[in-house]
C-alpha cells in the first residue's frame, strides 16, 4: 500500500497543472474578440495578435490594434474564408489592446469588444 506522502505528490503536480489550464494559476490567458464571421486573438505573452475569417460570406475580417509606447493603430488583415493573419511585436512591446472587426463595403463595418492586456 502506497504512503499518503507518495500520492500526495501527484495530487498536487495535478492541481498545480489544473489550475494553470482553468485560470486559476498565474499563467498568461490569451483574450478572444469575436464579431460575426471571424475573431481576433492576442497570445497569452501578448506579443503576437491573429486575426481569423471563420464564415465564407465574402468579407474580410480584420483585428485593429495598439502596441504599447505607441498610440498608432496597427491591422492584421484577411482575404478569405478560412485565412488567418498575425502579426508578432519585437522584443519588449505587446499588443496594448485589439478588437474584430469585419469589413461590410457597402453596409459599414462593424467591430466586436474591445480587449485590453491587463498586464500593462
Sequence with gaps: MK??????????ATALALGLVFGGGSAAQALTSYVEGGYATSSGSY????AK????????????YWKT????RFQVIT???????SA???KGI?????QACVDKP??????GPIKYNPYV
Excluded at 506579443?47 to 491573429?50: A, G, H
Excluded at 509606447?69 to 498608432?72: A, F, R, T, V
Excluded at 482575404?79 to 493573419?85: F, I, K, R
Design 3 to 12: 504512503s499518503l506522502k507518495t500520492l500526495r505528490k501527484p495530487a498536487a
Design 47 to 50: 506579443r503576437t495578435i491573429t
Design 53 to 64: 475569417d471563420t464564415s465564407a460570406d465574402g468579407n474580410r475580417i480584420y483585428g485593429n
Design 69 to 72: 509606447g505607441n498610440s498608432k
Design 79 to 85: 482575404y478569405n474564408y478560412g485565412e488567418t493573419a
Design 88 to 90: 508578432t511585436m519585437a
Design 94 to 98: 505587446q499588443v496594448h489592446h485589439f
Design 106 to 111: 457597402i453596409s459599414g463595418d462593424t467591430c
